[in-house]
């Protein structure tokens, strides 16, 4: 199966994300250089379904060619259920660039990021529950889920800021991902509880 680029919205609408391929190059791309073009799209282009349509192809050139880069996680907490390992992390640099890994029966809380995100699958397969926002005047904060999607190695699945959804791991084997993000609104970031019908901030 080909591997996918996927967009999810801030409506909870799973889409092809329409990025093309960047030309083949003998020199290794390496996380430095990565890191130097990502930033200086970021400041070049503001509207994030853009960002994202020439992020994807920038990630995968680089898990391709520097491969190491796999290897780099830490396997999931027996407490918690996952392991986060950055990548990379500057004061005032504005992205966040992590390994992370869930372990099988462990899933993730029902969130948004309140920036874009993209996440690329390295290893075993991850179900992401999709929600969207379905607001009344006594239950601001009310969401529903639409969809579901299961991503395999290869696959790289895109975020926008109002995004909603939860991770779990699909098989018997730990999932392993590159994750990166930008700015986040800590203002706007959530944990909701759809059977209660809440958020707090996350």
Known sequence: M?????????????????SPARPESEQTYRLYRFLTELEDLLAAEKNDVTRLT??????RQLLVSSYWLQMEYKEPDPK????VHFLYREYQFPLTVQMVAWSP?????????ATWGLVAMLGGHETNRIWRRTPTADHPHRIEQIDEVTLAPGDIITFTPGA?????????????????YGITDRQQRYVFN?????????
């Open 54 to 59: 020439a992020i994807a192809p920038m990630v």
């Open 80 to 83: 918690t259920g996952w392991g």
């Open 194 to 202: 759809p059977e209660a019908k809440t958020a707090e901030l996350f």
């Open 164 to 180: 909603i959804h939860q991770v779990q791991p699909s098989t018997d084997e730990p999932t392993i991902s590159f994750n990166l």
């Open 105 to 113: 029966g462990s899933q993730s809380t029902i969130h948004n990021h």
């Open 2 to 18: 080909e591997n996918r680029n996927l967009l999810v919205t801030d409506a909870g609408i799973v889409q092809t994300l329409d």
